[in-house]
């Protein structure tokens, strides 16, 4: 079965930087998009970053320029590298897979960063 487990989450201070991974498991990764998103407290989820199986990446306006995604597909493992960190960045950070030709969707269970001084 298909398995999304993030890592990488924790508290950091304003301006600071951290990487997240996603790794998967039971998939072939090639033909998979996969995308970053987040959810604060009271707020929807959002699309951070995605990447698509052609590499092609695009990021929500508030992370453009700071985060950045990223693909291994000889570790089946997505990043995400933050920097300049912002209080406003706290949130659940989740790992979606979705499958190039049907759609399947599959979630990790998120990790959490909190950006604080």
């Known amino acids: 079965q298909v398995q999304l487990v993030e890592s990488g989450g924790g508290v950091v201070q304003p301006g600071g930087s951290l990487r997240l991974s996603c790794a998967a498991s039971g998939l072939v990764f090639s033909p998979y998009h996969m995308g970053w998103y987040r959810q604060a407290p009271g707020k929807q989820r959002e699309l951070v970053a995605a990447?698509?199986?052609?590499?092609?990446?695009n990021y929500a306006d508030a992370v453009k320029g700071r985060f950045t995604i990223s693909r291994d597909g000889a570790k089946n493992t997505v990043y995400l590298q933050m920097n300049s960190l912002k209080p406003e960045d706290t949130a659940v950070y989740l790992c979606?897979?979705?499958?190039?030709?049907?759609?399947?969707?599959?979630w990790g269970q998120g990790t959490q960063l909190t950006v604080s001084s």
């Open positions: 990447i698509n199986v052609w590499g092609e990446v």
């Open positions: 979606k897979a979705t499958l190039h030709y049907t759609g399947a969707d599959y």
